[in-house]
């Protein structure tokens, strides 16, 4: 019985392929006790990391850039700079070779690259561990039979909207590498329940819609950024009256089917997050295309409802105003205004993902 036992124990596993930074590697690992282990010594040029062993003591030193890891084989203790975790699983020596389970591994990837492996079939997948900005949904407003604010020399929102949210999509997917996706991508009628569905089914990390501004007065210019709360002032509530107004085009129903959505839930969690969304993306946009700081502001906004992510309604800038409308019909000013929006995003982004993964 101890023979076939001792046997089992050192039956090697088929090598694991693995594809890290445009190139291929093979891994040699063992199942001990129905655990995956990988050898240290075939994963070191796949991650850049060095292995060291005090004969004395017995240990072995991973080195990476300036960061430091102490392993013991047949020890489930290990140290993580002056970090000492207990794991489950202890690594192992098979003659000279060191060989890790895979939760080990993981830890250690996580410490010095916050990576994670998983094995899947005959690879092994390398995906970036903690809470990460990798998808975005863009709303360019209005649409179709929904023609938004109309300029004075016939400027539409819908139009003026499109061409800038098509612009930020280029711009963060190749600047940021995050994905981006349309709730339009020409110009065609979205029921504004469907915007935020799509962005939740997508499991979209955040929302932008983007709109251009009107007033009665021709005076009003700049811009404004809206997140989701119950409007606080007379300007406000009269935005909000604005952008709902595209409800009418919409089937009567539209309050049975919002009722199943608990908006209210998804205002208060991400409320400041949204706060701070809004308030990064105004800030770079005034320094990118020189318009009016009218403020971050609150409203209920109904694209907004049910949104279940950080999210924001962006009022560029006034097509009631002769001067505004000019602008936004420019190629030049769109591109300044889809700058910002990327500047914006970006320190977002930032700023999101040190605060999540603290």
């Given at each position: 019985?101890?023979?076939?036992?001792?046997?089992?124990?050192?039956?090697?596993?088929?090598?694991?392929?693995?594809?890290?930074?445009?190139?291929?590697?093979?891994?040699?690992?063992?199942?001990?006790?129905?655990?995956?282990?990988?050898?240290?010594?075939?994963?070191?040029?796949?991650?850049?990391?060095?292995?060291?062993?005090?004969?004395?003591?017995?240990?072995?030193?991973?080195?990476?850039?300036?960061?430091?890891?102490?392993?013991?084989?047949?020890?489930?203790?290990?140290?993580?700079?002056?970090?000492?975790?207990?794991?489950?699983?202890?690594?192992?020596?098979?003659?000279?070779?060191?060989?890790?389970?895979?939760?080990?591994?993981?830890?250690?990837?996580?410490?010095?690259?916050?990576?994670?492996?998983?094995?899947?079939?005959?690879?092994?997948?390398?995906?970036?561990?903690?809470?990460?900005?990798?998808?975005?949904?863009?709303?360019?407003?209005?649409?179709?039979?929904?023609?938004?604010?109309?300029?004075?020399?016939?400027?539409?929102?819908?139009?003026?909207?499109?061409?800038?949210?098509?612009l930020v999509t280029?711009?963060?997917?190749?600047?940021?590498?995050?994905?981006?996706?349309?709730?339009?991508?020409?110009?065609?009628?979205?029921?504004?329940?469907?915007?935020?569905?799509?962005?939740?089914?997508?499991?979209?990390?955040?929302?932008?819609?983007?709109?251009?501004?009107?007033?009665?007065?021709?005076?009003?210019?700049?811009?404004?950024?809206?997140?989701l709360s119950p409007?606080?002032?007379?300007?406000?509530?009269?935005?909000?009256?604005?952008?709902?107004?595209?409800?009418?085009?919409?089937?009567?129903?539209?309050?049975?089917?919002?009722?199943?959505?608990?908006?209210?839930?998804?205002?208060?969690?991400?409320?400041?997050?949204?706060?701070?969304?809004?308030?990064?993306?105004?800030?770079?946009?005034?320094?990118?295309?020189?318009?009016?700081?009218?403020?971050?502001?609150?409203?209920?906004?109904?694209?907004?409802?049910?949104?279940?992510?950080?999210?924001?309604?962006?009022?560029?800038?006034?097509?009631?105003?002769?001067?505004?409308?000019?602008?936004?019909?420019?190629?030049?000013?769109?591109?300044?205004?889809?700058?910002?929006?990327?500047?914006?995003?970006?320190?977002?982004?930032?700023?999101?993902?040190?605060?999540?993964?603290?």
């Amino acid at each position: 019985m101890l023979s076939v036992l001792i046997i089992a124990f050192l039956v090697s596993a088929p090598k694991l392929k693995i594809e890290y930074n445009g190139k291929s590697y093979k891994i040699n690992c063992q199942i001990i006790d129905k655990f995956t282990y990988l050898s240290l010594k075939d994963l070191q040029p796949v991650f850049d990391f060095t292995v060291s062993e005090n004969t004395k003591t017995k240990r072995f030193v991973l080195k990476f850039k300036e960061k430091d890891i102490i392993l013991i084989p047949d020890n489930p203790w290990i140290k993580l700079g002056d970090k000492i975790l207990n794991l489950p699983l202890s690594s192992e020596l098979r003659g000279t070779e060191l060989y890790v389970p895979l939760p080990m591994l993981n830890k250690i990837l996580e410490y010095f690259l916050k990576k994670n492996i998983k094995i899947k079939g005959k690879k092994l997948i390398v995906y970036e561990t903690g809470i990460r900005i990798k998808k975005i949904v863009i709303d360019p407003g209005h649409g179709g039979k929904d023609p938004g604010a109309i300029g004075h020399n016939g400027t539409y929102e819908k139009d003026i909207v499109l061409k800038i949210a098509k612009l930020v999509t280029k711009l963060i997917e190749s600047e940021l590498g995050v994905k981006c996706i349309l709730t339009r991508d020409k110009d065609i009628f979205i029921p504004l329940n469907e915007r935020t569905k799509l962005a939740n089914d997508e499991e979209a990390d955040l929302f932008l819609s983007i709109h251009c501004n009107a007033a009665r007065s021709r005076r009003h210019h700049g811009t404004e950024m809206y997140f989701l709360s119950p409007a606080k002032t007379t300007w406000a509530r009269a935005v909000e009256a604005r952008e709902n107004a595209s409800l009418k085009y919409e089937t009567p129903d539209w309050e049975d089917k919002v009722k199943g959505i608990l908006w209210d839930m998804a205002q208060t969690e991400f409320l400041k997050e949204s706060n701070t969304l809004s308030g990064k993306l105004l800030k770079s946009i005034l320094e990118s295309a020189n318009t009016k700081d009218r403020g971050v502001r609150q409203a209920n906004f109904f694209v907004l409802r049910g949104a279940y992510m950080p999210a924001c309604l962006l009022e560029l800038e006034f097509l009631s105003n002769l001067k505004g409308e000019k602008r936004l019909k420019t190629k030049e000013f769109q591109k300044q205004l889809a700058q910002g929006i990327l500047k914006g995003v970006k320190e977002f982004k930032e700023w999101y993902e040190e605060r999540m993964n603290k």
